[in-house]
């Protein structure tokens, strides 16, 4: 079965930038959708087609998607950023959704 | 606005049946396909179930094949889930979410989420 590889955890001070991974077998290839997730709260799509920020989403998530990684990055970091992030894909070859491990961005 | 409502968790023992649904309002119900995912304390999200927007695709995670069954009422514009014998590893948070386009048949990604229903099974 597919496998997405996540950092269990980044940590950074306000304002700087927080780049998040997820590494896959030729991962560059598949579709990436990445998700929020704060305590007690439900999941929320920030990044979807690799790249493509639903119209809630500050700018400053974007998303990238090469090779073996795919990377969300957010910009200028703030307080209210802090949260679980994950990665999703469709394995077209089981016809199986994947999730990533989850990153705990922490802001100092 | 979207709304999607899970109902119907609960305490289970270990071998029984629990039926979970999902109220939807604020979109056109028929045209999204629909998934669940699921939560164990303290760990990540696990893809369940998704049903494609005409019920015509069903695809499920290898940890509940044959013992859970998506399903969609259109007319009701409502999810469900059933649930056969549980175990304890399926103890979790279950959330609905409707997919982010129209016309999927199970591989969009899953764009608004509920809030959840809790699945404690337990002897």
């Known amino acids: 079965s597919y496998v997405l590889t996540q950092p269990p955890s980044v940590s950074l001070a306000p304002g700087k930038t927080a780049t998040i991974t997820c590494g896959g077998n030729?991962?560059?290839?598949?579709?990436v959708h990445w998700y929020q997730e704060k305590p007690g709260q439900a999941p929320v799509l920030v990044v979807y087609d690799n790249s493509v920020r639903p119209s809630a989403i500050p700018e400053r998530f974007s998303g990238s998607n090469s090779g073996n990684t795919a990377t969300l990055t957010i910009s200028r970091v703030e307080a209210g950023d802090e949260a679980d992030y994950y990665c999703?894909?469709?394995?077209?070859?089981?016809?199986?959704?994947?999730f990533g491990g989850g990153t705990k961005v922490t802001v100092l | 606005q979207v709304q999607l409502v899970e109902s119907g968790g609960g305490v289970v023992q270990p071998g029984r049946s629990l039926r979970l649904s999902c109220a939807a309002s604020g979109f056109t119900f028929r045209n999204y396909g629909m998934h669940w995912v699921r939560q164990a304390p303290g760990k990540g999200l696990e893809w369940v179930a998704v049903?494609?927007?005409?019920?015509?695709?069903?695809y499920y995670a290898d940890s509940v094949k044959g013992r859970f069954t998506i399903s969609r009422d259109n007319s009701k514009n409502t999810l469900s889930l059933q649930m056969n014998s549980l175990r304890s590893a399926d103890t979790a948070v279950y959330f609905c979410a409707k997919d982010v386009t129209i016309s999927c048949g199970g591989d969009c990604p899953p764009a608004y989420w509920g809030q959840g229903t809790l699945v404690t099974v337990s002897s």
């Open positions: 999703q894909v469709w394995d077209t070859s089981s016809d199986h959704w994947v």
């Open positions: 049903i494609s927007y005409d019920g015509n695709a069903k």
């Open positions: 030729n991962i560059g290839t598949k579709n």
